[in-house]
């Protein structure tokens, strides 16, 4: 790793949310860190975690049924958790900002657009509203919007440019943190490249670091220098990209990779991944992918395996780490 200043770290985050049906155990002891000016890639199934790690550090978890059952997130110098609401009101949307899933249902369907980016401007910042509306001016212009649309509603814009509004207001105060959940979810192939080259452009840019949430290894590779990849809560491998892609470990992982459509065999079969997810309400004793793993042993059941370093930055959570095909 470079040795950039550590921006944020999560340490031992457990985080179960308690229903009328029972306990769902969503995040176990997951640690983690980002430098500065870098992008980590949080790559996992749906109900893997991904998204309850994103709202930890947001300070957004729905409390009740969530419960942080351990952990601290230490970003300058501060544990998130700790803070007050108002705190952490200082924090959310001025130093560390979120794009969320959708952006059909992220914005207000009867605010200008223009308006909802100003918000946070003034939220957080000590200035006029004229100063206000020419800097959403700005950014708009920045994400490839023009700013004669400040006025507009959502619903006169494409799926593409309504997606470039909610980057523009999560980067509307330039923050040292951007979390973005599926940013390209719902948009197609050719909008869904256009808006990662501009996420990486303003990256650049901006100087902002950026934890990028996906199920999708391509989007990994065009943005990512660093990965961790999350099953049933817990993370089974992390590393650099080059790591991941070239020496990959973990049984898991080798599935998600072979679960891909090959550019240079268009005639090679997709292997998928048999069986599903544990359910995390009622996770296994031991390995949680377990059931569905080729290499498993009787160990596996009983034990869980520990987060062991099969290289400098390269960790694996499995007794028989494979070796890269």
């Known amino acids: 790793m470079s040795e950039k200043e550590t921006l944020i770290e999560v340490k031992d985050l457990t985080v179960h949310y308690v229903l009328h049906s029972g306990t769902s155990e969503a995040v176990n002891h997951i640690s983690l860190a980002m430098k500065k000016g870098e992008t980590l890639g949080l790559v996992g199934e749906t109900g893997a975690g991904k998204t309850t790690v994103a709202l930890s550090i947001m300070g957004l978890l729905p409390v009740p049924p969530a419960q942080v059952k351990s952990g601290e997130i230490i970003f ?10 108002k705190e952490k009101k200082k924090i959310r949307g001025n130093k560390i900002s979120m794009i969320f899933q959708d952006p059909m249902t992220a914005l207000n369907p009867i605010d200008r657009v223009g308006d909802q980016i100003a918000e946070g401007i003034m939220l957080h910042q000590s200035v006029s509203r004229k ?29 593409g440019m309504k997606q470039r509004i909610v980057i523009a207001m999560a980067l509307v105060c330039n923050p040292e943190l951007l979390i973005a959940d599926e940013p390209t979810t719902a948009l197609d192939v050719t909008i869904q490249a256009q808006v990662l080259d501009m996420i990486n452009q303003l990256k650049k840019k901006l100087g902002t670091s950026i934890l990028l949430i996906t199920h999708d290894f391509g989007v ?12 049933a809560g817990e993370i089974v491998e992390a590393g650099t990209l080059e790591q991941i892609f070239e020496f990959t470990s973990h049984p898991y992982t080798q599935g998600l990779f072979q679960s891909l459509p090959s550019l240079e065999d268009s005639k090679a079969k997709l ?23 080729p ?10 395996p520990p987060l062991a370093e099969m290289e400098p930055e390269h960790l694996v959570r499995c007794f028989r780490p494979l070796k890269a095909k």
Do not use: N, W
Request: proline share 8%.
């Open 295 to 304: 290499v498993c042993e009787e160990r596996c059941r009983k034990t869980l």
């Open 271 to 293: 292997i998928p991944i048999p069986g599903m997810m544990p359910d995390p309400a009622d996770l296994p004793e031991g390995c949680k992918f377990a059931d569905r793993c």
């Open 76 to 85: 300058e110098g501060q544990d998130i958790l700790k803070l007050s609401e």
């Open 131 to 159: 100063e206000a509306m020419q800097k959403a001016c700005d950014i708009m212009e920045m994400v490839g919007i023009p700013a004669v649309r400040y006025s507009e509603y959502p619903h006169q814009f494409s799926g």
């Open 220 to 231: 990994v590779a065009e943005m990512c220098e660093r990965v961790a990849v999350i099953y």
